[in-house]
């Protein structure tokens, strides 16, 4: 925030400012209370955050309230140090976002004040992301942006999806949570048409809409959102599957299996487990497939015939392998 429009604030009404940026919505009695003043004084505080070029909307009701609206300019943000450089942490490491990112963390840098700069310019120079073998789709932060709100507000909301098959329809969605992964934003929420939940890619979203309908959350299929979207993407039926039965009960297939797998893992009665893999990908099926099956413990297998030939075709090879492996050091 520029040190002008802090001087012109006296403390209280950083306060209120602060506090309106935290929640949606308060009735004035809760800002009262915090604040320890007046309903006389809160609305002149009101009336000053406005003359400030701060949208400050009083909300109907009973005991009536304030809430913090968007305009159509970019008003000073206030945050805290662990705001500020939580901010810039995800900035250096946002994903798809590109250039727009940069300039943000750049705009930041500027403003905060000196005691925060040696904190911020270790976090701009020492972090980072490690790059998806898949660059990161470009996605619109205005988009990105509307939806995120609409999550936080709860609000139902309208867009256009493109499928992976390219065809375009309608979809109408209670918003809950956005998730990166494997280079990709997701949009997790209740499809109210289908009565389900689902997933869609933040880059096939175009003309996103919140309704003035509000939702009470339902309870995610897994407490944690990133769990529930690769829940879903183990449940969906995509373009090649195969199911691998393991002589390892799903707990040590588990504890020896590193790293996310595309698919589920079902415990079976005699201590076995059963993995299926599903993807679009034959190359992303194949690979993972293969890592299952290099754990070296007795296996069936049913795949379909483009995955049962590749993966021939890779045992053929090894068959063939003679020599010494060279030594290779590094760390992890």
Same mark, same amino acid.
């Given at each position: 925030?520029?040190?002008?429009?802090?001087?012109?604030?006296?403390?209280?009404?950083?306060?209120?400012?602060?506090?309106?940026?935290?929640?949606?919505?308060?009735?004035?009695?809760?800002?009262?209370?915090?604040?320890?003043?007046?309903?006389?004084?809160?609305?002149?505080?009101?009336?000053?955050?406005?003359?400030?070029?701060?949208?400050?909307?009083?909300?109907?009701?009973?005991?009536?309230?304030?809430?913090?609206?968007?305009?159509?300019?970019?008003?000073?943000?206030?945050?805290?140090?662990?705001?500020?450089?939580?901010?810039?942490?995800?900035?250096?490491?946002?994903?798809?976002?590109?250039?727009?990112?940069?300039?943000?963390?750049?705009?930041?840098?500027?403003?905060?004040?000196?005691?925060?700069?040696?904190?911020?310019?270790?976090?701009?120079?020492?972090?980072?992301?490690?790059?998806?073998?898949?660059?990161?789709?470009?996605?619109?932060?205005?988009?990105?942006?509307?939806?995120?709100?609409?999550?936080?507000?709860?609000?139902?909301?309208?867009?256009?999806?493109?499928?992976?098959?390219?065809?375009?329809?309608?979809?109408?969605?209670?918003?809950?949570?956005? /998730?990166?992964?494997?280079?990709?934003?997701?949009?997790?929420?209740?499809?109210?048409?289908?009565?389900?939940?689902?997933?869609?890619?933040?880059?096939?979203?175009?003309?996103?809409?919140?309704?003035?309908?509000?939702?009470?959350?339902?309870?995610?299929?897994?407490?944690?959102?990133?769990?529930?979207?690769?829940?879903?993407?183990?449940?969906?039926?995509?373009?090649?599957?195969?199911?691998?039965?393991?002589?390892?009960?799903?707990?040590?297939?588990?504890?020896?299996?590193?790293?996310?797998?595309?698919?589920?893992?079902?415990?079976?009665?005699?201590?076995?487990?059963?993995?299926?893999?599903?993807?679009?990908?034959?190359?992303? /099926?194949?690979?993972?497939?293969?890592?299952?099956?290099?754990?070296?413990?007795?296996?069936?297998?049913?795949?379909?015939?483009?995955?049962?030939?590749?993966?021939?075709?890779?045992?053929?090879?090894?068959?063939?392998?003679?020599?010494?492996?060279?030594?290779?050091?590094?760390?992890?």
């Amino acid at each position: 925030m520029s040190g002008s429009v802090r001087g012109e604030m006296p403390q209280r009404l950083l306060r209120l400012l602060s506090l309106l940026q935290l929640r949606r919505e308060w009735s004035g009695a809760e800002l009262t209370e915090r604040l320890g003043v007046s309903a006389r004084t809160l609305r002149r505080d009101v009336e000053r955050l406005r003359a400030l070029d701060y949208r400050v909307e009083g909300t109907p009701g009973v005991a009536g309230g304030y809430r913090l609206a968007s305009g159509r300019d970019l008003p000073p943000l206030l945050l805290d140090d662990e705001e500020a450089v939580a901010t810039a942490l995800g900035l250096v490491t946002a994903t798809g976002v590109g250039d727009s990112a940069l300039r943000a963390l750049a705009k930041l840098e500027r403003v905060l004040p000196a005691r925060l700069r040696p904190r911020l310019a270790a976090v701009r120079d020492t972090a980072s992301a490690v790059p998806h073998v898949v660059a990161p789709s470009r996605v619109d932060p205005a988009v990105l942006g509307l939806l995120a709100s609409s999550c936080r507000d709860r609000v139902v909301t309208d867009f256009d999806y493109r499928d992976r098959a390219g065809n375009v329809r309608g979809r109408r969605v209670e918003p809950h949570h956005l /998730v990166a992964h494997g280079g990709y934003w997701y949009l997790l929420a209740h499809d109210t048409d289908r009565d389900d939940w689902r997933t869609f890619r933040v880059d096939r979203v175009s003309g996103p809409r919140a309704t003035h309908r509000r939702f009470t959350p339902r309870r995610l299929p897994e407490p944690d959102p990133a769990v529930s979207l690769t829940r879903l993407f183990a449940d969906g039926v995509y373009e090649h599957t195969v199911r691998v039965t393991v002589e390892l009960s799903a707990e040590a297939f588990r504890a020896r299996f590193h790293g996310p797998l595309p698919g589920r893992i079902e415990p079976l009665d005699d201590g076995g487990c059963r993995i299926r893999i599903s993807a679009d990908s034959l190359d992303l /099926v194949c690979q993972y497939t293969a890592a299952v099956l290099s754990l070296g413990v007795p296996f069936t297998l049913e795949a379909p015939p483009e995955v049962a030939e590749r993966l021939r075709g890779v045992g053929s090879g090894l068959a063939e392998v003679r020599g010494h492996v060279a030594d290779g050091r590094g760390g992890r």
